[in-house]
């Protein structure tokens, strides 16, 4: 393939775009704002978590506390109706023991109800307590992911406007060069390898490696106008007076 010296040269423009397009890339899944970002979601997620349990378990409590309190107003009650039966007329003396001895049975019960209650009630404060600061780290978290996507955002969007202007920058050389040197280009691309790079001092650009002495002497007799590429990587060298032919 003959394509002009100075075409040639284009295509260091071509592979500088595309090395800035694929640091591009690179840094778009690498990004340590996305890090950050995602850090904070995990600890956001964490601290709902946190909540939902807190929640839960106050809940609970608060469902055993209604039924305590139901219990011993049940007791309460009924020692009350008790007490206004013994204090009536007409109770024979063994309706009066067994009253009496139920408004015992009654008593020791509500004890024991409430002693129940009271330590839910102390539960329930933990509870409520260890809520609360749950509730405030998830209030934290929530802000830290707001502000840690807030810088994702801006970074992936810094990282999208070069994208396109560099993307634009491409299409305006590639424009310029001939359709059968862009597919050869491309070509080599698709294999790994840089499409083009600079013979400089001998070495080629893309691979980093020193040409041989015979690769260097084909250089050196091929036309100036003709396609070359690396022995190594396959790259298409663009030689210019920095080669070191």
Do not use: F, N
Request: charged share 35%.
């Amino acid at each position: 393939m003959k394509v002009d010296p100075a075409t040639q040269r284009r295509l260091l423009d071509l592979a500088t775009v595309d090395g800035e397009l694929s640091r591009i890339v690179h840094r778009r899944g690498s990004l340590p704002e996305a890090q950050e970002a995602a850090t904070a979601e995990q600890t956001r997620r964490a601290s709902q978590e946190a909540v939902s349990a807190g929640e839960t378990s106050a809940s609970d409590l608060d469902r055993e506390i209604r039924r305590l309190e139901r219990d011993v107003d049940a007791v309460r009650d009924r020692g009350g109706r008790d007490r206004d039966l013994l204090a009536g007329s007409g109770v024979s003396a063994k309706q009066a023991v067994d009253l009496q001895h139920e408004l015992e049975t009654l008593a020791r019960r509500q004890g024991v109800l409430e002693d129940e209650l009271l330590e839910v009630l102390e539960q329930r404060e933990s509870v409520g307590t260890e809520l609360d600061k749950a509730r405030a780290e998830l209030a934290t978290a929530e802000q830290a992911l707001t502000e840690a996507s807030d810088r994702r955002d801006a970074a992936m969007a810094d990282l999208d406007a070069a994208e396109q202007d560099k993307s634009s920058e491409r299409k305006v050389i590639t424009a310029e060069l001939p359709a059968e040197l862009i597919s050869l280009y491309e070509r080599i691309r698709a294999q790994g390898h840089a499409g083009a790079a600079l013979l400089r001092r001998g070495a080629c650009g893309g691979c980093r490696l020193d040409l041989d002495r015979t690769a260097l002497g084909e250089l050196r007799s091929a036309e100036p106008d003709e396609i070359v590429r690396c022995e190594e990587c396959g790259s298409i060298l663009v030689r210019t007076e920095e080669s070191g032919l």
